[in-house]
C-alpha cells in the first residue's frame, strides 16, 4: 500500500520535466518560507540551494525506489526463509541477507539517479542555484558555442566520474573490499566538497547581482559588478535567473540589485491594466515598488522594449511602417516571439489594439529569430529595441501609432535590505541615464558570439570605457 | 526432564492456509495433528505433496502459528516463547540448502552464534570443529562460496549451519532430496551418525519411504493434513492402512524387480 502510493508519487514526479519541477519548487518554498516567518519567526531562503536540492531529490527518488523495491522483491523466498529459520530478525535479515542481495539493483538504480540528477541540476540555473547550467544558459544566450559545449562536457564528465565512483563503491560493497568503498565514498565527499565550498564560502557582506536569460542582463549584471568592485564592495553574479524568480528573489532579498524594465515590472509584476504615459508609468511604478520596500534608484538611459521588427527593405516595399499597416497584411504573414511573448499582457494589448491576426505564430528561441525574420523564413518577429541584431540584420521596428505597448525604461533595482546602503548608492550612481540605445545595441552585438572579447566582462568594460567618454 | 517426558509434543494442533482452491477456499494444511518425539530420537515425516509434512515443520520453530492446538518443546508451550530465540535453539536445515551466496562458508556456519553474539575466535574454532563434523576440509570450504561446491558439499555446509549454536533438536526439510542416490546415501548415514553421537533429536521431512526406514527410528505418515500413521518399519507394516501399504510397498516391489532384473543380467 506505501509502497503503491510511493511508486505512484514518484512516479509522477517523474514525467514532469525537470525545468518545470524546478520551477514550481521556487514559489512553493516562498509560500513556505512566508509561513514560517508568520508563525515561527524563522524563514528561510526559499531561492538557490534549497528549492534546486530538494526538486532534485524528488527527481532522483523513482529509480532508487523502483530499483530498492525490485531488488528486495527479486530475492528468493528460500533464503529470507533460512535468514528467519536461522534466528535472524526483520531487521538482521533485511540488513545481513536481503539488501546485500539485492546491492546490485540498488546500486543499479542509484547509478541511474546520480546521471539523471547531474544532468538535469543545470535546469538550476533559472531559480538562482549557480551550476554548470550557468555556462549552457549563458552560452545559449550570447550565442557562444564553447560556453555551452563547456556545460555539456562539464556536466558529462561529472556523471561519468560520479557514476564511476559509485560502480568502485559497489564493487567494494560487493567483494568486500572497505577500501574501493573508502576511494568511492570520498571520491563523491571530494567532489561534494567541490562544488559546495563556493556557496558555503561566501561571506555575508557580498552584493549579489541578478540577471535574467538574456545577453543584455549578462553584460548590465557584469558591468554592475564591475562597479561595485571598483568601489570595493565584493559582488558576484546569480545569471540566468528566470523572469518569475528574478523579482521575488529582490523582494526577498536574496539578491541584492538587478536591471528589469519599466512596462514588463507594469503589466507582468503588477498587472497594471492600463498604459500610462512614460514618465507617469516611471513615478507609478517607483511608489509600488516603494509599497514593498523595493528601491527604484533609476533609469539607465535606455529602452528595451517589445517591437515588431521586419527587415527594412521588405517594410519598405510593403509600405509598411507602423503596426497599424501591418494589421492589413498580417492574416499573410507568419509571426515568431520568444518563449513567454504570446502569453505576455503586450501581445494580448497589441492584438486588441490593431485587431493583428497572423496566419501562423512560432516561438523560438530569441537569437534564432532575427536570423530567421532576415532570411524570411518568418514574416514578423516581436524582438527587442536594445537588441544589436537588429542593425546586424537591417531590420526595422514597426511604429507603435495605437500605444499599444508600454514604456520598457532599463531600472536599476534595489533590495530592501540594501534601501539605505548609501556606498552602493553611490557606486552606481553613474551608470544612471548614461546607457543610451544605440550603445547598448552596440553593447548587446558585442557580446554575441565566441571571441573572447565576447565575454559580457569583457563587454561591460568597453561599456564602462564608452559611456564615459562621453 | 525425565526419559519418558517427550522433547517436542503436538496436541491438536490446526494450520489453515487461504488461497486453496480445493475446499472452498481454505486449505487445512495440517489437520488436527497431534504426536510425541522423545529426546534422542530420529523421526522420519513421510508424505506427497501437499500433505502438510512441511508444514508441520515450519510450525516446529514458529516460522508459522498454528491456528489451534499447542506445540511444546522441552515441556514448554512455544506460543509463549520468542520466536527468535525459539529459532536460534533449533537447527534447521532447508530443501537445497538455503545456503546465503553472498556469505562464505565459513560465515554461513557461523550465522546463528553470530547473532547469539558469540565472539568472532570462538565463532571461528566452532566453524572448523563443524567443518570437521560433516567431513569437509576445513582448509579447502572455509573461505569459498556456495556455488563453488557441489549439491553434496553444501548440503554438508546446510548441516553444519544447522548444528552451529549447539542445538538439541534439529529439523530438517527433506535434506537430501536434490542430490544424487549415491552422495543421498552417503549423507544420510554421515548424518544419522552425527544423531547417535550428538545425542541429537531429529525430525526429517523426506518423500522417500526407503530413505525414511533407512535412517529413522519411527516413520510418521501425512496424508491430506493428517498424521495416518505414526510408528517404526514393523508397526508400520502391520497396519491396515491402504496407503501405508501402498508407501512401504513401493519400495520392496522396486526392490524385487531390481533383484529379478539384475539377476536376469547376470544369466546373459
Known amino acids: 500500500m506505501l509502497r503503491s502510493t510511493l511508486l505512484g508519487f514518484a512516479s509522477i514526479v517523474q514525467t514532469m520535466p525537470g525545468l518545470a519541477l524546478l520551477a514550481l519548487f521556487y514559489p512553493l518554498l516562498l509560500a513556505l518560507a512566508t509561513l514560517t516567518s508568520q ?59 536481503e539488501l546485500p542481495l539485492a546491492l546490485p539493483v540498488i546500486m543499479a538504480g542509484i547509478r541511474t539517479a546520480a546521471v539523471w540528477v547531474i544532468g538535469t541540476a543545470t535546469l538550476s540555473t533559472p531559480i538562482g542555484q549557480t551550476s554548470l547550467g550557468n555556462y549552457i544558459f549563458a552560452g545559449l544566450q550570447t550565442q557562444n558555442w564553447v560556453f555551452v559545449l563547456f556545460g555539456c562536457i562539464a556536466a558529462a564528465v561529472l556523471a561519468l566520474v560520479v557514476d564511476q565512483l559509485l560502480a568502485l563503491i559497489e564493487s567494494g560493497l560487493r567483494i568486500r573490499r572497505r577500501i574501493h568503498v573508502s576511494i568511492g565514498l570520498l ?29 543584455e542582463q549578462y553584460v548590465l549584471a557584469a558591468l554592475i559588478s564591475h562597479r561595485l568592485q571598483a568601489a570595493d564592495l565584493p559582488a558576484t553574479t546569480r545569471e540566468g535567473l528566470g523572469s518569475n524568480v528574478i523579482f521575488d528573489a529582490l523582494a526577498n532579498d536574496d539578491i541584492d540589485v538587478y536591471v528589469d524594465y519599466s512596462g514588463t515590472l507594469w503589466a507582468n509584476q503588477f498587472h497594471m491594466p492600463e498604459l500610462k504615459p512614460r514618465q507617469e508609468l516611471l513615478s507609478e511604478l517607483k511608489a509600488t515598488l516603494a509599497r514593498r520596500n523595493i528601491t527604484l534608484l533609476g533609469e539607465l538611459g535606455f529602452e528595451n522594449a517589445y517591437a515588431l521588427l521586419m527587415p527594412k527593405t521588405r517594410a519598405d516595399a510593403l509600405g509598411i511602417h507602423s503596426i497599424s499597416d501591418l494589421a492589413a497584411h498580417a492574416g499573410k504573414m507568419s509571426i515568431a516571439g520568444d518563449y513567454e511573448f ?94 543610451d540605445i544605440a550603445v547598448m545595441r552596440e553593447a548587446n552585438l558585442r557580446a554575441t558570439g565566441n571571441g573572447a572579447d565576447s565575454s559580457p566582462a569583457t563587454v561591460a568594460r568597453w561599456l564602462w570605457a564608452t559611456i564615459n567618454e562621453k | 526432564m525425565s526419559e519418558t517426558s517427550p522433547l517436542v509434543a503436538f496436541s491438536h494442533v490446526v494450520k489453515s492456509f487461504n488461497g486453496g482452491r480445493a475446499r472452498g477456499g481454505n486449505v487445512r494444511a495440517v489437520d488436527d495433528v497431534s504426536f510425541d518425539i522423545a529426546a534422542g530420537e530420529f523421526l522420519a515425516v513421510v508424505g506427497g505433496s501437499g500433505s502438510g509434512k512441511t508444514t508441520l515443520l515450519r510450525l516446529a520453530n514458529r516460522l508459522i502459528d498454528p491456528d489451534a492446538g499447542t506445540i511444546t518443546v522441552a515441556g514448554e508451550d512455544i506460543a509463549g516463547i520468542d520466536p527468535i530465540g525459539l529459532r536460534r ?18 560465515a554461513n556456519i557461523g550465522i546463528t552464534p553470530r547473532l547469539l553474539g558469540t565472539p568472532k575466535s570462538e565463532i571461528a574454532a566452532r566453524v572448523d570443529e563443524l567443518l570437521d563434523l560433516v567431513q569437509l576440509d576445513r582448509a579447502q570450504h572455509r573461505d569459498r562460496f556456495p556455488h563453488e561446491l557441489s549439491g553434496g558439499q553444501r548440503q554438508r555446509v546446510g548441516v553444519a549451519r544447522a548444528l552451529a549454536a549447539k542445538p538439541r533438536i534439529v529439523l530438517m526439510d527433506e535434506p537430501f532430496g536434490a542430490l544424487d542416490p549415491v552422495t543421498r546415501d552417503a549423507l544420510g548415514s554421515d548424518y544419522r551418525a552425527l544423531h547417535a553421537r550428538l545425542g541429537l533429536t531429529t525430525v526429517m521431512i523426506t518423500h522417500d519411504m526407503t530413505e525414511a526406514l533407512l535412517l529413522a527410528d519411527r516413520v510418521a505418515v501425512m496424508h491430506e493434513g493428517r498424521l495416518i500413521a505414526l510408528g517404526a518399519a514393523d508397526e508400520l507394516s502391520r497396519l491396515d492402512n491402504p496407503y501405508v501399504g501402498e508407501l512401504l510397498g513401493t519400495p520392496r516391489r522396486q526392490a524385487e524387480r531390481l533383484q529379478a532384473t539384475l539377476s536376469q543380467s547376470i544369466r546373459l
Open chain 1, 187 to 215: 571520491g563523491i565527499a571530494v567532489l561534494a566538497a567541490a562544488t559546495l565550498a563556493p556557496s558555503l564560502t561566501r561571506t555575508k557582506s557580498t552584493t549579489i547581482v541578478g540577471a535574467k536569460t538574456f545577453t
Open chain 1, 342 to 435: 504570446f502569453a505576455r499582457p503586450e501581445w494580448t494589448a497589441l492584438k486588441k489594439a490593431y485587431g493583428l491576426s497572423f496566419r501562423e505564430r512560432r516561438q523560438m528561441q530569441s537569437d534564432f529569430m532575427y536570423a530567421a525574420v532576415a532570411s524570411g523564413e518568418v514574416d514578423v518577429i516581436a524582438g527587442y529595441t536594445s537588441d544589436g541584431l537588429i542593425a546586424k540584420y537591417g531590420l526595422t521596428a514597426l511604429d507603435d501609432d495605437r500605444h499599444a505597448i508600454p514604456s520598457y525604461d532599463a531600472i536599476v533595482l534595489l533590495a530592501p535590505q540594501r534601501a539605505n546602503d548609501a556606498k552602493l548608492r553611490a557606486a552606481l550612481q553613474p551608470l544612471l541615464g548614461k546607457i
Open chain 2, 89 to 106: 535453539r533449533i537447527g534447521y536445515v532447508f530443501q537445497s540448502g538455503g545456503l546465503f551466496p553472498h556469505m562464505n562458508i565459513a
Open chain 1, 39 to 97: 508563525w515561527f519567526g524563522v524563514g528561510f531562503s526559499a531561492f538557490g540551494f534549497l528549492p534546486s536540492v530538494l526538486a532534485l531529490t524528488l527527481y532522483s527518488m523513482l529509480p532508487v525506489l523502483r530499483n530498492t523495491i525490485t531488488g528486495l522483491q527479486g530475492i528468493d523466498p528460500a533464503l529470507t526463509e533460512a535468514a528467519r529459520g536461522a534466528g535472524m530478525t526483520a531487521r538482521q535479515s533485511l540488513a545481513m541477507v
